[in-house]
């Protein structure tokens, strides 16, 4: 149900590979950057129609030349030191990001490690609150799957999920 990849998250045919991007949704840095480059120019099209993001909020677009079908696009929040409603605002866009592909239809999803990068959220943190939303909806979809960059980073998810969720099926 839930699977940790380590790679290039650009790389995976699933139905929706979420991306961490900046609110006017029209390409950055990071995963974002990948995610862009690989999905051909047709993506920043079809965002500029979509008018930008706020933080916690996601967006779809189809994925274009990537092998995933969809793009969910949502906005980390930047790390102020955790007393700017960080870890809420992370745990909504792991929502929003759930709730929008369950209401189109998508039943195989990854995800980066989102705000983890440039936006400068603590690692251990983030992986706990992503694993802790990731196990709520993963009996409602085929494939969850926390694509790392690292092998450091898909053994913070590991622990995280042996932690929270020990009776998941093996990744
Ligand atoms: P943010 O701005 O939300 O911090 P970043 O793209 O800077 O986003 O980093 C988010 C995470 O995505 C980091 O853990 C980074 O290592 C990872 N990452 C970067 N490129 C890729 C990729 N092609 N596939 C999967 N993960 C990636």
Known sequence: MIEVHTGDITKLAVDAIVNAANSTLLGGGGVDGAIHRAAGPELRKYNETLGGCPTGEARISPGFRLPARH?????????????????????????????????????????????????????????????????????????????????????????????????????
């Open 71 to 171: 793009v969910i696009s949502t906005v980390g929040p930047v790390w102020h030191g955790g007393d700017r409603g960080e870890e809420a605002l992370l745990e909504r866009c792991y929502r929003s990001s759930f709730e929008l592909a369950l209401a189109n239809g998508i039943r195989s999803i990854a995800f980066p490690a989102i705000s983890t990068g440039v936006y400068g959220f603590p690692k251990d943190r983030a992986a706990a609150i992503a694993v802790k939303v990731m196990c709520e909806y993963a009996p409602r979809f085929e494939r969850v799957i926390a694509c790392c960059f690292s092998p450091e980073d898909a053994a913070r998810y590991e622990r995280e999920l042996a932690r929270r969720c020990p009776d998941r099926a093996a990744g």
